[in-house]
Every structure is written in structure tokens, then in C-alpha cells.
């Protein structure tokens, strides 16, 4: 997290990951502009940085000319928020509210007012409450009344000088309805954060925040998504691993497959990523399997995050092979996670294998496979970036990753979809491969980074024991190409096992 400034105070936005992109939240006294398209969650954060300072003992006033109080409670209700004391609505609305004889003396009419009338009905309201926070929405209102961009800015600055004077805290909302090439209020405003929404061709929608400025601060830079969700808005920071590193002993962990320690040189070093290459059907999802049962033996925490597979059938298919997940799960030490990724961002990913990491103690992480995560976000930029931060913070914390993808085709020459090898510290291979008359498989490590390993081929076999891994392929040369030439005179393939 970004440390805030010594000495300043600073309002919280009643959004952690907001606040934590902000330094910390706003800081008092002075004007944000929080800018964006109808449907961008403006009205959620502007009432949670309200509520946020209720449950602080903080007043607010909610100044709207264009949503009624009514529809402001409505939308907090449907969140299980109540706007009672010390937040008041103060409502300037349509004309025909004005034929209601039982209507309150503060609904004035807005549209027919002159700027300096609507303007002095706001100064009135904050007279009447004195409130700490202020909400005011929207500045397109204001703008259409100003019918000038000279009288405009004039009547924003003079708005901030009363603001200056008051004290507060002001969250100015604009739905850049009318001329979103008006940078008036950027010139004006303290801080200005812009909420972005958009479409992709599959899947729902995509929502992410970028704080344009924030004077004599620094603030985390770039693009950060968020969701909109009952209970508010949930923004997930942008994942910068430089900022998280912890102080780990890189020790050597085992898989419980003597012959597949074997080849890795004695294991995998803890804190290190390992890809696991190989068509369809090779036994990837139950590779790693083994290295997240062993993470558990040893009495630590595993995560898996399921993309392409449904989990009953997962849960079937490894206890066929003597892996019982739910009872591993019932332990409170295995968490199964299955992420539907054309309804999830990429930052929202990255937050939820954090969730577990940090708060959960979980020290094997499991990702199965980069072919959903990158085939469910075809719109995505930079997938590979997202990719390489979470990995690097994975390693930083001592959590070992293992991911998995399956390359296009069985034998012969196949390629990757995505190719995350050179982030990857080891890179495990598996190919299947012809030999008298049968399809077999093979494994080899490819490459390592923190030590030697054995550079040989081996054939492994899958049975309802789980995995088997023979003596190295010796007496054959093309196994990888899938159909090798058999050039020894000793039989060195596994047996077909007998049970």
C-alpha cells in the first residue's frame, strides 16, 4: 500500500481498495470531482463515502439535482443501507412535484431558476446542517443552468471558495451528459477520479476507475477494476508485486512421487512458479494435484482455482484416482475455488487468489488453466501482465504456483495459446508418444531455474493408484515428436499395472 502523507487528514471513502489507491481517502477540506457515464456506480460510492463517515460520528448532506430523495433511498435500500442521521437529502427537483400542496419547503425548482438562485438554495442547506461531507449531484445540472463555459467556471470556483471557507469535505459528481470535453473541473478540483465501464462481445460487463489527479499526493497510477454488488462497490487495486515481499526460507518441497523428485533435481523450491505443458488428457489437473495433496501432508494450506472443469466431475475423477478432495476440503486445509471468468475481471481474479494468500495462509496456489483464464477474457489487454504481477507476488510471499496449459493438438508439433515459459521458473512437459502398438505418455523437465535437474525422458502411467513414473526412455529417440524410434534392446516402459 501506498503510505499516506504524514500529518494530513484524510476522509475515507467507506471503499478499502479506493482508499488504499487514494493514500489513504480524501483529504479534508478540500474538492473531488468523481466523474463518469449513467451506470458507473458514481451515486454507490458518493452514498458509501457518506455512510462511511455516519459510522464515523461525521455529518453529510446530500445535495441532488437530478435523482429525488426518494430514488436516493430506494438505491441505498437496495443495498440494506438506511440514510438516517446525520445524513440529510437536501432535493432540488422537477416542476411537477411542485403541484403536490403537501411537498417541504426545501424542494425548490431547478430547471426555471436562475444559477445564482439554485446556487444560494445550496449555501442555505449547508448554513442549516453544517456538515462535514458533501455530496453534490450533478454538476451536469449546474453546467446546463451556466448555459456558458465562462459562467461555468466562475460559478465552480466560486463554489469551491464557499466550500474552502466551510471546511468540508466535497464529492462533486458529474455523468458527463452534456460536454465531456470540459476539463473546467480538473483545473478546479483537489483530486478527479473517472469511472469507466465497458462492454465485451461475451460475458458481462467490465467496470474499472483510473484517479486522474490528486494534488501533493501520490496515489497508485493506471487502471483498477471494481464491481458493483449488493452492499456497494468492491474496487480491487491494480496488483503491484514490489510492494509485498515477506521474508521466507526457500527450502526444497517434494511431491509425494519419489520418481517425479527424481527428475526435478530433489522437488520444487517454495516461492517458484511451475508450468505444466501438455495436450489434452495428459494428466495435467492431476499433476499438480499431487504437489497441492503433499502442500497438505505437510501441514500447509493449498488454494485451487478451476477454470475449464466443473467441480463434481473433478472431485469424481480424482477420487477414482485415490485423491479424496472433499475430505481434504472438510479439513479446512484445501480450498476449491470454481472461477467463472467471463463474469470476472482480471483484477478481481488477482484479488481473490490474494484473499487467500494473505488471509488464509494458503502456500500452494493451483491455477487450472491459463487456457480459460485467457480464452474467457478474449478482450483483455495485457492478460500476460496481469499473469506476470500475480506471479511475482505469489513468489514474494512463499506461495509456490503451479498452473497448467493444454497446447493445441495430441502429437507432433503443438503450440500454446498463451506462452507464459519464460515467467515460469520450472516448465514441466508432457507429450503422448506411440510404442508397440500403444499410445503412451512421457514427462520431462524442460527447465529449471533455482537447480539442476535430471534431463532425461521418463513414460508415466495414470491408474486408479494415481500417477506412476517409470526409468528413463533410453532406448528411444523422437519421443517428443510422438512417434520415437526404438534403437535399445532392454524393455524399459512401464507394465500395464495389474489392479
Known sequence: MISERPGVSKALTGLSGLDDILSGGLSRGHVFLLEGS????????????????????????????????????????????????????????????????????SLLYSSDLELGETTKAMFEAIERSKPSLIVLDSLSEIRLLAQSSLRYRRQILALKHYFARHGST???????????????????????????????????????????????????????????????????????????????????????????????????????STLVLGPSGTGKSLLVL???????????????????????????????????????????????????????????????VRTYVDGKEVRTVVIDSLNGYEASMPQEKFLILHMHELLQYLNRQGATTFLTVAQHGLVGDMKAPVDITYLADTVMLLRYFEAFGRVRRAISIIKKRASAHEDTIREYRISRRGISIGKPLDGFQGVLRGVPNYIGHDHPLLEEPTA
Not at 458507473?40 to 439535482?65: C, D, M, P, V
Not at 495433496?293 to 473433478?314: M, N, S
Not at 479446512?332 to 467471463?342: H, M, T
Open 38 to 105: 449513467p451506470g458507473t456506480g458514481k451515486t454507490t460510492i458518493a452514498l458509501q463515502f457518506l455512510l462511511e463517515g455516519a459510522r464515523r460520528g461525521e455529518s453529510g448532506l446530500y445535495i441532488t439535482l437530478s435523482e429525488t430523495a426518494r430514488e436516493l433511498r430506494e438505491s441505498a435500500a437496495s443495498h440494506g443501507w438506511s440514510l438516517d442521521a446525520p445524513i440529510e437529502i437536501f432535493e432540488l427537483v422537477p416542476p411537477e412535484s411542485l403541484l403536490d400542496g403537501d411537498q417541504q419547503q
Open 170 to 272: 466535497v464529492l462533486m459528481l458529474d455523468d458527463l451528459t452534456t460536454d465531456a470535453n470540459d476539463k473546467t473541473v480538473h483545473s478546479v478540483a483537489h483530486g478527479v477520479i473517472r469511472l469507466e465501464e465497458m462492454a465485451p462481445d461475451y460475458g458481462a460487463e467490465r467496470r474499472r476507475l483510473r484517479v486522474i489527479k490528486y494534488r501533493g499526493q501520490a496515489f497508485r497510477g493506471g487502471y483498477h477494476d471494481f464491481v458493483i454488488a449488493h452492499g456497494g462497490i468492491q474496487v480491487f487495486p491494480r496488483l503491484v508485486a514490489v510492494e509485498h515481499k515477506t521474508g521466507f526460507t526457500r527450502d526444497v518441497l517434494k511431491s509425494d512421487i519419489p520418481e517425479l523428485n527424481a527428475l526435478l533435481g530433489g522437488g520444487i523450491e517454495r516461492g517458484s
Open 290 to 352: 499431487h504437489f497441492a495433496v503433499a502442500a497438505i501432508g505437510r501441514g500447509e494450506r493449498a488454494a485451487l482455482f478451476i477454470f475449464d472443469e466443473e467441480l463434481g466431475l473433478l472431485f469424481a475423477r480424482a477420487k477414482n484416482l485415490g485423491i479424496d478432495l472433499a475430505a481434504l476440503v472438510e479439513t479446512g486445509n484445501l480450498f476449491i475455488e470454481q472461477v467463472d471468468a467471463a463474469e470476472m475481471s482480471p483484477g478481481e481474479f488477482s484479488q481473490k
